[in-house]
């Protein structure tokens, strides 16, 4: 459970409960996840009123709609990113998304067994350790823009979407004002072998 500030005076958000064992793609694992998870929440609520200073007349303004679902299916792309990538910072040519500190290539947004489909979000190719870092909404956004971009140009240039130039996908990025992380940061690793190579 962690607490978040909000910009409403006297309002705060609570991401809680984690709950582990369940199978996002099971609709009876659902139903059990979405009644645990309430009945989870409501005690906390009654609990965080009873015991946390500040909080003795608080009251739940509301709740998400379902239960929310981290991960569930993976897709083996071209690249797997791995979690000595995000940990070492790894810097790729195809890079078409910086997080907070880590690169996606767009090799990870590329089935290995299906030509003309692309992801973007969690399903994105990666070790499962190294996708937690990852899933979140705006890294999620720039992967969904790179696939929107990377289409267009394959569609553009009748090609398939694993020929697509990654360097056009950044620069057009970079012109409708996101960030591909192209260009790396002073932390990022494996510049000075990409360098070496070119």
């Not at 409960?17 to 609520?45: C, N, Q, W």
């Not at 690793?189 to 990409?194: A, D, K, N, R």
Request: charged share 25%.
């Amino acid at each position: 459970m962690w607490w978040l500030k909000t910009p409403i005076p006297g309002v705060v958000w609570c991401n809680c409960p984690h709950m582990p064992g369940y199978d996002g793609i099971s609709v009876e694992d659902l139903t059990k996840a979405e009644y645990e998870g309430r009945d989870r929440m409501m005690k906390l609520f009654h609990y965080v009123r009873e015991n946390m200073p500040g909080f003795e007349k608080a009251d739940m303004l509301g709740a998400a709609e379902q239960v929310g679902v981290r991960t569930t299916r993976m897709l083996r792309g071209e690249y797997v990113v791995t979690v000595d990538d995000v940990v070492n910072r790894r810097y790729f040519a195809d890079t078409v998304c910086r997080g907070r500190d880590y690169y996606t290539p767009y090799r990870a947004l590329l089935p290995t067994k299906v030509e003309q489909l692309i992801v973007a979000g969690r399903h994105y190719s990666a070790e499962p350790d190294a996708q937690k870092r990852s899933r979140e909404i705006p890294p999620c956004m720039v992967q969904g823009e790179a696939a929107g971009v990377a289409a267009s140009l394959a569609l553009q240039g009748d090609s398939l979407l694993r020929d697509v130039d990654a360097t056009k996908i950044q620069k057009i990025m970079r012109a409708q004002g996101a960030d591909p992380g192209d260009i790396p940061s002073a932390n990022a690793t494996g510049v000075e072998e990409l360098a070496a190579s070119a």
